[in-house]
C-alpha cells in the first residue's frame, strides 16, 4: 500500500489573507513550518511529500525544504476550488499512492509525531479515514435569528454549571489534516468508511484564519512549534553586519564634516546577554568605521572594510574551529546573502532588503539599529532551548504516506483549513 502527502495551501491571491502562505510566523515561511514536519519522518522508502500550487515562489520555498511540488492545473485554481478537487487531480498523476495526508497550510504546530501515529491508526489498524481534533472546554448556546425566541443551552444545564475540572469537554476539528485511502477520495470524500479521530494537544492546535490569529500563531511556533529532526548545537559565534543592524543604516554628517550613527541600547544589552551565555559576538562592516566602533566600546573583534564578507565568516569559523551549525548571523543587506546561507542560524531585521529577507531563517520585528540584535539574541535563546527533539528513529515509523499541500495564487481565492 502506497501512501503519499499532500498540503494545500494558496497564495498571493488568498481572500482572507492575501499571501500567507508566504508569511512568516516567528520568522519562519508559513509553507516551510507545515512541511518541515511532513519532511521529518521520511526515508527512502516515504513518505512522500509533496506541494500543489500554481505559484512559483511557493514552488521555490517547499523545494528548499525538502518537499517535491505538482503544478496545479487552472481547473482546480479557481475561486470556487476545494482541496478534495486538488488532490484528486494530484491522485489522477500518482496512481501509485493509496492514502493521501492532507496537512492543511494554515496548521502551523504539527508534529512529526502525530503524522507517524496517524500512519499507524491506517496501515496498522485498519481505519480508512483519520482527522484531527482538539478538546474543548466551552458551553454552547443556541442562536437566536432576529425576531427569534429566547436562547437554549446546548450542551449544559444551567441549574448545574460543571467545573472545567470535572467536564471532559467535548471534540472539535482543529483543521489540521484529514488522512483517507484512495478510494474514499475517489468517491469525493476525505471523511468515511472506517473512521477515527487524532486528539492534538491544544498548544499545538492552531490554525490561521483571519489576521488576528498571526501573533498567536507566532507564540505558539516559537513555544510548541518543530523545527527539523537535527538537533541545534550550542551556538558559539554570532556574527552581526554593524550597518543596518547594529545601527540604523543612517550616517549623520555634522558642520565640521564627523561622521555620526546612533545605536540602541537595548542591542548592547543583547550583546552583553550573548556573551554571559559563552557565546562570541563578532561584527562586520564593508566601511571603514573603526573610530565608531572605537567610540562604542562593545569589546567585541571586529573587522571593518570588508570587500569579502563570507570569505571574513569563514576564517573566523576555521580559525575557532567551529561548524557552521555552531555560528549564527545577522545581516541586511545583498553583501550579506552568502553569509546567511551559510551559518546554522540567521536572521535579518525587519527593514532588511528583500533577498537578505529570502536567505534568512528569521525575520525579526525589529528595524536595524531599533532592537534587532536583541531580538534575535533572545530568538536564539529560544530555539537552543527546544535542542532536544525527536530521535532519529522517526525516519523508520511512517511507512509510505504521501503528504499533500496545496497552494494557489489565484485572485480572491481564501487558503483553506
Known sequence: MAPGGVWPSRGEGSGGLPGQALRFPAGFSLVAAVVTP???????????????????????????????????????????????????????????????????????CLHPSDLIKVADLIQKEGFDSVFSVVRRHQFRWSEVKKGGSMTEPQNLNPAKRYRRQDWPGELYENGSFYFAKRHLIEKGYLQGGKMAYYEMRAEHSVD???????????????????FGKEPLKEVKLLVCSIDGCLTNGRIYVTEDRKEMVSYDYRDLVGIDLLKKRGIQVRLISERDCSKTLSAMQLGCVAKVSATNKLQVLEDWQKDMGLSWKEVAYLGNEESDVECLKKAGMSGVPADACTVAQKAAGYICKSNGGCGAVREFAEHIFLLLEKRCVLCACVCEKMGFISLFLSCQSQPGVSVEG
Open 38 to 108: 511532513g519532511v521529518a519522518p521520511a526515508s527512502p522508502a516515504g513518505p512522500d511529500v509533496w506541494v500543489s500550487t500554481d505559484h512559483d515562489e511557493i514552488e521555490k520555498v517547499a523545494k528548499q525544504f525538502g518537499a517535491q511540488v505538482h503544478r496545479r492545473s487552472p481547473e482546480v485554481s479557481q475561486d470556487s476550488s476545494t482541496s478534495l478537487e486538488a488532490i484528486r487531480e494530484f491522485l489522477n498523476h500518482h496512481h501509485e499512492v493509496d492514502i493521501v495526508g492532507n496537512i492543511q497550510a494554515t496548521s502551523p
Open 208 to 226: 490561521i484564519d483571519i489576521d488576528i490569529d498571526w501573533p498567536i500563531a507566532e507564540q505558539r511556533v516559537l513555544s510548541f512549534g518543530y
